[in-house]
Structure formats: C-alpha cells, structure tokens
C-alpha cells in the first residue's frame, strides 16, 4: 500500500509533576487540536490508539470520550518508553495495511518525582531480568534505569578510551537547543563543568544533569492515507516514509550497550532505511531518545550518523547541531523537554513535523527535508521512523 502521511499534531507542554492536569484534560487537548491541524470532523476517524504506562486500563477511552464517541476501536498501548511510537507505528500500519483510511494516535502521561519503579511489588518485574543481567556483568545495584543506562554510558568509555565529558557536551548542547522551544521544560543553559560538577547518580561520572527529568503532557497525530489527505483537501502533510520495530536478541544479556537498545535500534533503523530507499547521509535532522545522554552518543553509531567509536568526533566537530552535518534533538529531547512516557514518542512526532513544514520558529533547521526519529523502551522496543514532507 501507498505510504501513510502525518496530517495533524499537536502537543502541550510538558510539565514538572505535580504541576500537571488531569491526564484526560491534556489528552483531550492534544488530541482537539491536532484533529484542528488536519482539519478534519473526528467522525471521519475510524481507530485510535492512546499510550501510557502509569495508569489503569481504559485510560484511552477516557481521554479520547472528552472529545468524540463515535463507536470506533480504541486500543490502549502500554510498551514501556517506546509506547508513544508503539501507537504511531499500530496507526500506520492500520492505514497502510488498508484497513482504515484514517487512524489516531495519542498519548499522555502523568508521572511521579524520581526515579522509576514497578508498581506491583508482588509480582515479577520484567525490567529484573535486565538488572539480573547487569549483576552478572558486576554493574552494582541501582534503581534500574540508572543502572541500565549508566552501565551502558561506562562500557562505551571503556570500550573506546573516551571521558565522560563527551556525555557532558551532549547535556549542553540540549539545552542550548532548548532555549529556542517554547514547549521544553528546561531551557536555561549550562556548561560542561555544571553537568560535570551535578550531583552523581551512578559509578563515578553519571551526573543528575545527564539525566532526564519525569515529567507530564500528551501528543497526538492523526495518521490518514494519500488518498484521503487528498479527498478531504489535507494540505502539507508529512509522509512515513520508512518505519521499523525491533527488539532484544541474546546479545542483549553479554553487552550493557546492547542491553538498552542499542542493537534493537541499529537493526530498526537498517529496515527503516531500506523502506524509505535513503541512508544515514540523506537526513538532515533527527529526535533520538536521550532519556540519558549516554545513550544519544551510543544511538548516533546505532542509528548510523557516526561509525563505531566515532562518536567524539561528531560532538567535537559540532556534527549534531546546526551548522553541522545532523540536528540532533532541535526539540531540546526528552533531556530538557521532558519525557512523559506515553506522549514522548508523539511529541517527536510533532517536532519533526514541524520542522518539516517548516513551522518551528526559531529552532528551524534549515533545509529541511528528510527527519528521522528514533524511540526506544528496556524492556520495549526500539522504533525508527523516517519523514519527509509528501
């Protein structure tokens, strides 16, 4: 089938928790107002797919009943990290797939201060078996994504002799992004030696300032085929033109890079790459998970911007902002926007479209043509999609 396209988004902004409303009042919102951008009466919806993690089941269908009920299957998606792409990738695959014409995808989130953990104690955690996996590479305990992630950022150093400055330029390179968006959570600046000298987190060198903050909000984008965007005089949409879920081999358990996705990821964006007919050299910009900035230097070689190893030299030569040869995070990321879980994926989603459109104020990246986005969860999944505007 043709490529699905992008014909609305919409997101809030992303709040400290605490400050945020009720999760059905942002959903509600995201989701009026990138149905507004289509430009389109909801009854012309056919499914939905509304992500979160941290809430009871039917969260959905709450959120999604403020605006419309027309009776049409609302699917709840809970994929950990990668939920908010999990929805994106179920709503084009329902409209490429030609079951629908055109699809919804939303998610929101409302979180709690520190760090994450399970919520049912008595039972089996799925993220044990990572730290499970982490204790026998004599990584010590920790809450697990600190763990996960930290031991992730220690073997890449050790692996190829750098420091974790290259963690600390990543942090202010963020944030200097997030000075231009309106919509980041963060955006005052900082210095090396800030992120350096923050309270440590984890070993000897993984900072709070190299970590993401929780945070609240909601995303939506509805999703429809050419055909309909075309019908219904849909303007300026963005099309998926390449897109691809992966997740963990046993690799995932011999080596902590592998452990958080970035395996997954490599193998995502190779077929997503392959969909779209395009490689690494032709995107100009790209929104990455930097739930902790270890993991963007790992996700440039996962992703193909830099060969293995080669990741210093793209911070050093300014390669991942503007004026360089990639874009990456124009948003400020998950480090200094916030990353509300279910919502995160869709609010890559919004930036990148935007930036296509070429919408994005201040913070647009000039010449602007093919975006890619790349969203993971441990345990999850990692999923890569690639746009450009149709």
Partial sequence: MPNAVVAGVDMTKFVKPGMQEPYRVMASRAIKGAIEEAGIDPTLIQQAYGSYIYGDSGGAQIALYDNFMTGIPIVNVSNNCSSGSTALFLARQAVESGAVDCALAFGFEEMEPGALG????????????????????????????????????????????????????????????????????????????????????????????????????????????????????????VEIIGQAMATDRPIAWEDPIALVGADASRRAAAQAYEQAGVGP???????????????????????????????????????????????????????????????????????????????????????????????????????????RLA
């Avoid at 441990?378 to 746009?387: D, E, K, W």
């Fill in 118 to 237: 399970t919520r049912w104690p008595e039972r089996e955690y799925p993220s044990g078996v990572y730290a499970d996996a982490l204790g026998a590479m004599g990584y010590p305990e920790a809450p697990v994504g600190l763990r996960m992630f930290g031991a992730a950022g220690d073997h890449y150093m050790r692996r190829y002799g750098v420091s974790s400055d290259i963690f600390a330029k990543v942090a202010v390179k963020t944030r200097r992004h997030a000075e231009r968006n309106p919509l980041a959570l963060l955006n005052a600046p900082l210095t090396v030696d800030e992120v350096l000298e923050s309270k440590i987190f984890y070993l000897d060198y993984l900072t709070r300032l190299m970590c993401c903050p929780p945070s609240c909000g909601a995303a939506a984008a509805v999703i429809c085929s050419k055909d309909f965007a075309s019908r219904h005089g849909i303007s300026g949409s």
């Fill in 281 to 387: 050299d032709d995107v100009q910009l790209v929104e990455l998970h930097d739930c902790f900035t270890p993991n963007e230097v790992l996700t440039y070689e996962a992703l193909g911007l830099c060969e293995a190893g080669g990741a210093l030299r793209l911070v050093e030569d300014g390669d991942n902002s503007y004026g360089g040869k990639f874009v990456v995070n124009p948003s400020g990321g998950l480090m200094s926007k916030g990353h509300p879980i279910g919502a995160t994926g869709l609010a890559q989603c919004y930036e990148l479209c935007n930036q296509l459109r070429h919408r994005a104020g201040p913070r647009q990246v000039e010449d602007a043509r093919i975006a890619l986005q790349h969203n993971i969860g441990v345990p999850g999944a990692a999923v890569v999609t690639l746009y």
